[in-house]
């Protein structure tokens, strides 16, 4: 069973859009949820996290809505380049075990010229 | 420079073989991990350790085993018993305590033919 559930799997958007992926969990013991990129062969690294004691927090063009009563979170880039394409993945960790991540299934983002 | 080096990036094996995959770190982390990532289904945890000749099973241990002998290194060995050893794998690590990011290696390619 899949801690976190990400949504969509794929996403095309317009150069200059928005891009918008949503994450959602079950566990309320979850005390810090993490976004991270990844680009093609390469490994992951993170892009921006955020913990439940804040609604949302924003590094450039990236921001992180956080409903903790919904137990959601999204990620949203806004002004969407070509050199976003890559695939997205969020993840959340345990209160008591922080060093256990559980990853989403991951959403791969393609921004058209 | 500091870092997370997996060697080699692309292995290829003969079913039936056990191999090796290196992953050395030098940025005195505590916390090193495992995962395999699939097409589609994002990054599943094999093992993690959080101390030096301590390690845990993650989701999908099963057909791998790993060593935590020095604090910069966290071999993983897949053996014949995985039924299906084809994928890329990922090595992590990050400082033990408190909300921290994993780090991510380049990744090792593994193919069995």
């Known amino acids: 069973q899949q801690q976190v559930k990400q949504s969509p799997q794929s996403l095309i958007v317009q150069k200059g859009g928005i891009s918008i992926i949503n994450c959602a969990y079950e566990n309320t013991a979850f005390d810090y949820f993490p976004w991270y990129q990844q680009f093609p062969g390469k490994g992951p690294a993170l892009l921006i996290a955020i913990r439940p004691d804040v609604s949302e927090k924003k590094e450039g063009r990236f921001t992180i809505s956080f409903n903790k009563s919904a137990k959601q979170f999204s990620l949203h880039i806004m002004d969407s380049q070509p050199g976003d394409s890559a695939t997205y993945f969020c993840a959340a960790s345990l209160r008591y075990n922080f060093n256990k991540f559980y990853f989403g299934s991951g959403t791969k983002l393609n921004v058209k010229p | 420079d500091g870092g997370i080096t997996q060697s080699p990036k692309y292995l290829f094996r003969k079913e039936g073989q056990n191999v090796t995959l290196s992953c050395e770190q030098n940025?005195?982390?505590?916390?090193m991990y495992w995962y395999r990532q699939d097409p589609g289904q994002g990054l599943r945890l094999i093992y993690y350790?959080?101390?030096?000749?301590?390690?845990q099973k993650g989701d999908i241990a099963e057909g791998y085993s790993v060593s935590r002998e020095k604090k910069e290194s966290f071999p993983l060995t897949v053996t014949s018993a995985q039924k299906n050893p084809t994928a890329f794998y990922l090595c992590?690590?990050?400082?033990?305590?408190?909300?921290?990011?994993?780090?991510f290696g380049p990744g090792t390619r593994l193919t069995v033919l």
């Open positions: 992590a690590s990050s400082p033990s305590t408190g909300y921290n990011e994993q780090f």
């Open positions: 350790s959080q101390i030096v000749n301590d390690f």
């Open positions: 940025l005195n982390h505590d916390a």
